[in-house]
């Protein structure tokens, strides 16, 4: 079987593997990325039987999506979470690639074909799983989806064939930055049609101020000839026609074309992954059961205010807090409505710390802390007085408590203006051996931490 060799060229510059199978699952193109990812070259390849080199593929499991499509079927998707590794080939470090496959219908020579797209997904799939890892949260729902197929050269039959049956968007400009090619995914992620967008600047995609430096990144490229960007995925913004924008993955790839040169990008709608990743961001950052922040984003505030504070030579002020007799309240009461304790005196906290750079959050079992930048120790122990007022007005019954009928808390307060010679960590001793002195004093009470004194004598804080 003759390959298909006047589309080899542009085959070979898209950044994707392409396999292009007959009716009878013979190769008839093996590009030069699947090559270079198997060791198997496009002279190896061709007129061999599927079988031989991706055996997976022939099974009836895969053959009875992928036959369909010789009817003209619909394209069809194969998850890198359900299919990782229909062909065979691994990365230069051994790892086996984690790939996603689309299947389309490609018409050639009057014989419909079928056009597999292959990508390598494998550093958002290993990155998607750190980020469970990193949140524990269940993100079976990530699907983050590499490079699609790279733009191809207006003009040519075949090629444009590829480019209307991707369901990523491609872009292809020429060197001036002109639009030669915008398929029909790009008409849907941006809103213009075809004939509005090719002949003008890509510029008109792109909000300020990446349109008016994406020419200078151009001539950068031409002059210099080296450019960080080619090859390597990045997040980009696009504008969409009604003049809203909006998040994108771009990939680019350099195709020479006789003298000249055309770029090929190939673009990915990333909004709902983004909101996603902001959710679970922020899931990150709060405590699962009371809402309010956790202890690992108090560590990072504290830090992050301790050094604007030592910039800026303002105090930073903290109050520990921790519930009069609790295990008694959950011995009595049960561990329900311990929890429901734990909740409302957490709101209650979150309540009484309003200004913008507050923070107040759970530092452990029933003890919480609020943060409380700009603040010297007189506010610190005002706001501290504000918050155990709060819980007592909550009138929770606490029949186990040798303070009072219901649920108290102690709290210690300290403020600090920061110097080179100290960190954070003394603000929170200074906190925490003020709550401790205000538990061994009778509980329900506020003490507020000694001043500490600078090295020549002067008061801080």
Same mark, same amino acid.
């Given at each position: ?17 392409v396999?292009?199978? +007959? ?7 093996? /590009? ?9 070259? #496009? ?14 593929l022939?099974?009836p499991?895969?053959? +009875? ?5 010789f ?10 979470q ?11 470090d051994g ?12 018409s050639l ?21 750190? #980020? ?6 269940a993100l ?9 197929e ?11 064939a ?7 968007a ?15 995914a ?16 890509v510029r008109?995609?792109?909000?300020e ?15 210099g $000839? ?8 990045? =997040? ?19 195709m ?15 909004t709902?992954?983004?909101r996603? =990743? ?5 899931? +990150?950052?709060r ?11 108090f560590?990072?505030?504290l ?6 504070a ?10 520990m ?9 959950n011995d009595?009461? $049960? ?9 409302a005196?957490?709101?209650s906290?979150? #309540? ?28 610190a ?9 709060g ?19 102690s ?7 920061p110097?080179a010679?100290? @960190? ?7 906190? @925490?051996?003020a709550l ?6 009778g509980? /329900? ?5 000694p001043?500490?004194? #600078?090295?020549?004598?002067a008061?801080?804080?």
């Amino acid at each position: 079987m003759e390959p298909l060799s006047d589309s080899l060229l542009l085959l070979d510059a898209v950044p994707i593997g392409v396999l292009v199978l +007959s009716e009878q699952l013979l190769i008839r193109c093996w /590009n030069r990325i699947l090559a270079d990812w198997t060791g198997v070259s #496009s002279e190896q390849a061709v007129g061999r039987p599927v079988a031989e080199l991706a055996p997976q593929l022939t099974t009836p499991r895969y053959l +009875s999506r992928i036959r369909p499509v010789f009817a003209g079927g619909p394209p069809v998707l194969f998850s890198p979470q359900l299919h990782p590794h229909l062909i065979p080939c691994n990365r230069p470090d051994g790892a086996p690639r984690i790939q996603q496959t689309t299947v389309t219908p490609l018409s050639l020579d009057g014989t419909t074909h079928a056009l597999l797209a292959v990508q390598d997904v494998t550093d958002l799939v290993l990155t998607a799983r750190e #980020s469970r890892q990193l949140h524990q949260q269940a993100l079976d729902e990530i699907r983050r989806r590499e490079e699609a197929e790279e733009a191809l050269q207006a003009g040519a039959q075949r090629l444009r064939a590829i480019v209307e049956n991707t369901v990523e968007a491609i872009i292809v400009i020429n060197q001036r930055g002109v639009i030669e090619e915008f398929n029909p995914a790009a008409e849907r992620i941006f809103g213009y049609r075809a004939l509005e967008v090719i002949g003008a600047n890509v510029r008109m995609l792109m909000p300020e101020p990446y349109r008016a430096e994406h020419d200078g990144y151009l001539e950068r490229y031409l002059t210099g $000839g080296a450019s960080h960007i080619i090859g390597v995925g990045r =997040e980009v913004t696009g504008r969409h026609k009604d003049g809203g924008t909006f998040p994108l993955h771009l990939a680019v790839g350099r195709m020479a074309l006789g003298d000249g040169v055309a770029f090929v990008g190939v673009l990915h709608d990333i909004t709902d992954q983004k909101r996603l =990743e902001e959710h679970l961001r922020a899931l +990150s950052m709060r405590d699962g059961l009371t809402g309010i922040y956790n202890r690992r984003t108090f560590d990072e505030a504290l830090e992050r205010e301790w050094r604007r504070a030592l910039r800026q030579g303002q105090p930073l002020g903290l109050v520990m807090l921790d519930i009069d007799f609790f295990k008694r309240f959950n011995d009595s009461r $049960g561990h329900q409505a311990g929890d429901a304790c734990l909740k409302a005196v957490a709101q209650s906290v979150a #309540s009484a710390v309003y200004r913008p750079a507050d923070l107040a959050a759970r530092y452990g079992g029933e003890e919480f802390v609020a943060l409380l930048p700009e603040t010297g120790p007189e506010e610190a122990a005002r706001i501290a007085e504000r918050i155990r007022q709060g819980v007592e007005l909550l009138a929770i019954p606490h029949g186990a408590s040798d303070v009072a009928p219901q649920v108290t808390v102690s709290l210690g307060t300290a403020s600090i203006r920061p110097r080179a010679d100290q @960190d954070a960590a003394q603000l929170v001793n200074l906190a @925490d051996q003020a709550l401790y002195g205000a538990k061994s004093n009778g509980r /329900n009470r506020v003490v507020a931490a000694p001043a500490v004194p #600078s090295p020549g004598g002067a008061v801080t804080g």
